[in-house]
């Protein structure tokens, strides 16, 4: 606005005679191209990739250890997982961190690498948040058999040892 734009008035106050008032928006033409608060954000957005919630599949729990901060956990998961595969860190009650990662598939590297990380010269275990086990019932076995004949039969057909003894379901 230039002192053209404006006339003074006799109590002295400026009146504008220019097209843009106050709490009008300006759009700026640089180049041809037309920035404004819509263009630009449209713009940010196609760079941004969005965050996925985690889900429990792609979680690793350890159990807290006296003066260690939740960063420090996942420092020492640096060394088995590269740092952009963990997505959040959080402690949780009964003295447990849980440490999310970026999928499944890095779960079970970390588990089948290494299992564990190590903090001050402690080596402290992981578990998965949510743990794979399978539940197999087996019908019309008759109850002569005994139950560790079942349990080896069990671990010859399927491979993995039984995480629970064999029971029995009430027929009622």
């Not at 260690?68 to 088995?80: F, G, H, V």
């Not at 076995?141 to 399927?158: G, R, Y």
């Amino acid at each position: 606005m230039t002192s053209k734009d404006t006339t003074a008035t006799e109590d002295n106050t400026h009146v504008s005679n220019s097209p843009i008032q106050p709490g009008m928006s300006i759009s700026i033409n640089v180049n041809n191209n037309t920035k404004n608060y819509a263009t630009v954000v449209k713009k940010v957005k196609t760079h941004f990739t969005p965050i996925i919630p985690p889900r429990k599949e792609d979680a690793i729990i350890f159990p807290v250890v006296d003066d260690i901060a939740n960063e420090n956990y996942a420092l020492a998961m640096i060394d088995t997982i590269k740092p952009e595969n963990i997505r959040f860190v959080s402690r949780l009650f009964n003295g447990r961190v849980c440490i999310y990662l970026d999928s499944k598939s890095t779960v079970d590297h970390f588990m089948q690498e290494k299992g564990y990380i190590q903090i001050k010269y402690i080596k402290i275990a992981a578990r998965r948040l949510i743990n794979p086990a399978k539940k197999i019932i087996l019908s019309n076995v008759s109850p002569i058999i005994p139950d560790d004949l079942l349990a080896k039969e069990l671990i010859k057909a399927t491979g993995p040892k039984l995480c629970s003894p064999v029971t029995y379901i009430s027929g009622s």
